[in-house]
């Protein structure tokens, strides 16, 4: 493999890598990212130019090797300690729910990364708003591969830089729809890409104020500024409420049957501060309630929607 930069992080923890940066793969055919064999590399626009990111972790090692390419590649290294979760704090989280417990006792070393690029987390969350997670992969493929660049280094012939804001701002209408993407959706990206760099700055601020500076974004609701919040921000309490699944998952794993938002909310009350941290685990764990039924088929015409999800 190219050398590219090198450096090595000792993390003091366990880390699964797949485990740790799943919510950064957007589908199995995610050509911002690739993982196997204990390895994941991952493509993206960073403050510094386009760079792609190669971690490894060998079995039974708490080192993890950390090798970048591109313009981006010192700010990519500069991130392994947050993007692997080191600034998050677990020491008050307690499981209240036998499940929980084993959940946190298979994946000990897991923390809420913070991988501190907005945009890079809310273009995809926006995409996924409202539709079939095959969709919404598909949709956030073609336009990746349609008008982002070929990444730098070894991964070239496999990864895709995503695009650039300005990049986000300048698709047109017609491109988003024929990703099978509604104009109230393409609308609200490129909203989000035109004030990018406002955007970026909220990784400065508390959670709470920084959910609500993301809610104040047309098209970005509770769930969308959650779904952000989870990777961008490292919030370990950022619950994605207004999710199809998520309420539904959870209420079954923790109590044999699924319940709303409002139900939700109240199971995970006495996690509060730790919320998204239950939902994490019991999705690293495989719990979902049994799924019954036809999946939904992915759709050939969107109409526009209003309001923010």
């Known amino acids: 493999m190219t050398s590219g930069r090198v450096r090595e992080w000792r993390a003091g923890r366990p880390?699964?890598?797949?485990?740790?940066?799943?919510?950064?793969?957007r589908g199995s055919g995610d050509p911002t990212s690739w993982t196997g064999g204990g390895a994941f590399a991952r493509a993206v626009q960073t403050p510094d130019g386009a760079?792609?990111?190669?971690?490894v972790v060998r079995p039974g090692c708490a080192t993890v090797e950390c090798r970048a390419w591109g313009a981006g590649a010192e700010w990519l290294l500069d991130s392994v300690p947050d993007l692997l979760g080191a600034g998050?704090?677990?020491?008050?989280?307690?499981?209240?729910?036998?499940?929980?417990?084993?959940?946190?006792?298979?994946?000990?070393?897991?923390?809420?990364?913070?991988?501190?690029?907005?945009?890079?987390?809310?273009?995809?969350?926006?995409?996924?708003?409202?539709?079939?997670?095959?969709?919404?992969?598909?949709g956030y493929r073609r336009l990746v591969r349609r008008f982002g660049e070929r990444a730098p280094g070894p991964f070239g012939d496999r990864l895709v830089v995503p695009p650039t804001?300005?990049?986000?701002?300048?698709?047109?209408?017609?491109?988003?729809?024929?990703?099978?993407?509604?104009p109230a959706r393409s609308r609200a990206v490129v909203a989000a890409a035109r004030v990018a760099g406002r955007l970026e700055q909220v990784v400065d601020l508390a959670p709470v104020p920084?959910?609500?500076?993301?809610?104040?974004?047309?098209?970005?609701?509770?769930?969308?500024?959650a779904e952000v919040a989870q990777r961008a921000l490292g919030d370990p309490d950022a619950v994605s409420f207004g999710d199809f699944h998520v309420a539904k998952?959870?209420?079954?794993?923790?109590t044999g049957r699924p319940v709303?938002?409002?139900?939700?909310?109240?199971?995970?009350?006495?996690y509060r501060g730790h919320r998204f941290r239950?939902?994490?685990?019991?999705?690293?764990?495989?719990?979902?309630?049994?799924?019954?039924g036809p999946r939904m088929a992915p759709r050939r015409h969107l109409p526009a929607r209003s309001g923010a999800r």
């Open 15 to 25: 880390v699964h890598l797949a485990a740790q940066l799943a919510a950064f793969r």
């Open 210 to 225: 920084a959910r609500r500076r993301l809610r104040a974004l047309p098209g970005v609701g509770v769930w969308t500024a």
């Open 51 to 55: 760079g792609v990111l190669h971690l």
């Open 88 to 138: 998050d704090d677990p020491s008050g989280f307690r499981a209240r729910h036998a499940v929980v417990g084993e959940a946190w006792r298979r994946y000990p070393g897991y923390r809420v990364p913070r991988s501190r690029l907005v945009l890079d987390a809310l273009v995809p969350a926006i995409i996924e708003q409202k539709v079939t997670g095959q969709e919404a992969f598909a």
């Open 165 to 182: 804001a300005s990049g986000w701002a300048s698709i047109p209408s017609w491109e988003f729809l024929q990703a099978q993407v509604d």
């Open 278 to 292: 239950v939902q994490a685990l019991l999705v690293l764990a495989g719990h979902r309630r049994p799924r019954r």
């Open 260 to 270: 709303d938002d409002a139900g939700l909310a109240r199971l995970l009350e006495p």
């Open 249 to 254: 998952d959870i209420g079954w794993a923790l």
